[in-house]
């Protein structure tokens, strides 16, 4: 093997490095078979002196804590089993050496209080605080951060451990392209706003959840600031119900706040969690997006018009994914059973650029609503390429049918229609039988029509955390519906099972 041409081994290598494998994935080890590879490459790195300048640039391609929350039963809680980092081990090479630091391009950290195996790394941790400030990087903490023993019980101290960690990790990386954050109580990254010379200018792509507490979209405003070029942000549970009084949240874009946030250059947004007013004071801050996922559940229920939400990106926007997320709450009865109402979205026709639409049945009709032919007609662009319904708890029939009737000449770019309805994996009715029957009949008109038609059936319990690939790696889910229609296999692709 030590004969082979110098490609030939770069391409061996990076079979075992998680990134190169999975580049859009964020990269995590909290699976066996990551851990097993990155242990691989550390050993093909002492194999011989020709392996080593081959497979240590490939072992820096990413960083990861792992600790991430997994979901060990179906529909169980969250758990995780906090092992040792590794940090400060981690961060005193790439000091030491900064070629390494060059070769890194994602990351993933979780910012919590738990410090296992820190306090024997009480003088690596003094020595970089010593190399930032010789190097005026990341500001260092007061001096009594590291006074007593870090095994001593004190959670603010063991946070701001890890947040001046995560900060300088990622300012030594100058090729780092993505990063994901589990976020604790205190989310603001202030060393970063304490170091203004301090920026990510490779930075394309963040992921945030909520580890310990939760946070709220506004709270990482000084890590925006310091990514200029961020063009992709995925960021789950960003409610931030514990840390505002609700004044605070229902006084967004209703009462005219705008957000003051860098995200300018932003073209992917995909959020849960937020209240729509929220979100209605979010968009304005993104005047180029083009990808827009947005969900929800009945904790984030207020009153809004999505339609009206949507305005500040109405000329940007080419995808488009809204969907709330029913629970179990609603197997038996539907998601169209809402103790609080809102109205329908009345049209994205619109909508310029819009191509991709994903968007529930539920913001489409009342559970009350006629069946109306022109409903579906109404409401699409003349761009639509491709349409999804999810979460189907009615009758729809006569606006497919008009649909299918008008498809060739209102919409000519119409290519693919996916219907989801609401079902378990544990029961098969006969109305669901009846119900995929009709279906079928159905999309026969669709296809002699040239467009696929597909039906396929929608989860409830859908984990909102599988909409940040690589979040849940290793655990048992059921993904969201959008990723169940790329993939037949979503433990191959997406690292969890269902």
């Avoid at 296992?116 to 190097?135: C, K, M, P, W």
């Avoid at 339609?307 to 609603?330: A, D, H, I, M």
Wanted: proline share 6%; charged share 20%; glycine share 4%.
């Amino acid at each position: 093997m030590e004969g082979l041409p110098e490609d030939i081994l770069i391409e061996i290598f990076n079979l075992f490095c998680a990134h190169c494998q999975q580049p859009s994935q964020f990269p995590h080890a909290d699976t066996t078979e990551v851990c097993d590879n990155k242990r691989t490459l550390a050993y093909l790195c002492r194999v011989c002196r020709n392996f080593f300048p081959i497979a240590r640039p490939i072992l820096y391609h990413y960083y990861a804590t792992g600790n991430l929350e997994k979901r060990e039963k179906r529909n169980g809680p969250l758990e995780v089993h906090m092992t040792h980092d590794f940090l400060p081990q981690f961060l005193r090479t790439i000091t030491q050496d900064p070629e390494l630091a060059a070769h890194i391009v994602t990351m993933q950290f979780v910012n919590s209080s738990v410090t296992v195996g820190y306090e024997a790394q009480i003088d690596t941790i003094r020595a970089l605080t010593q190399f930032s400030t010789t190097n005026n990087l990341v500001a260092v903490p007061p001096t009594k951060w590291l006074d007593n023993s870090i095994s001593t019980p004190c959670e603010e101290r063991c946070f701001n451990i890890h947040e001046w960690m995560i900060t300088l990790a990622m300012v030594l990386a100058p090729r780092l392209q993505s990063v994901l954050i589990a976020l604790g109580p205190n989310p603001e990254f202030n060393y970063l706003h304490n170091s203004e010379n301090l920026r990510l200018p490779s930075l394309k792509t963040l992921g945030l959840i909520s580890y310990s507490g939760d946070y709220h979209i506004t709270h990482l405003a000084h890590l925006y600031a310091a990514a200029p070029n961020l063009t992709t942000l995925y960021a789950s549970d960003a409610s931030g119900w514990l840390g505002n009084p609700m004044s605070w949240h229902r006084g967004s874009s209703k009462c005219n706040i705008k957000y003051e946030l860098h995200l300018s250059q932003l073209h992917r947004l995909a959020i849960s969690g937020l209240l729509s007013e929220n979100l209605g004071s979010l968009l304005p801050c993104m005047p180029h997006l083009e990808d827009l996922e947005y969900y929800w559940d009945v904790h984030e229920f207020t009153s809004f018009n999505l339609g009206e939400l949507l305005q500040p990106v109405k000329k940007t926007l080419k995808r488009l994914c809204v969907s709330f997320l029913p629970g179990w709450e609603y197997a038996d009865e539907g998601p169209g059973a809402l103790d609080m109402d809102y109205p329908v979205i009345s049209t994205l026709s619109d909508f310029p650029c819009l191509e991709d639409l994903t968007i529930d049945c539920r913001s489409l009709y009342h559970a009350e609503d006629v069946d109306e032919p022109d409903r579906l007609i109404e409401i699409l662009p003349k761009t639509i390429h491709r349409l999804r319904i999810s979460y189907i708890y009615r009758e729809i029939d006569v606006g497919l049918l008009q649909l299918a009737s008008q498809a060739p000449q209102d919409f000519p770019n119409l290519k693919d229609i996916i219907l989801g309805f609401c079902g378990r994996l544990d029961v098969v009715d006969d109305d669901d039988k009846e119900r995929f029957r009709r279906m079928r009949a159905m999309g026969s008109l669709f296809t002699t029509a040239g467009i696929n038609f597909n039906v396929r059936t929608d989860l409830y319990t859908a984990d909102i955390r599988t909409m940040i690939p690589g979040a849940m790696a290793g655990s048992i889910v059921r993904p969201l519906p959008s990723l169940m229609d790329k993939s037949e296999d979503p433990e191959k692709k997406y690292g969890c099972s269902f």
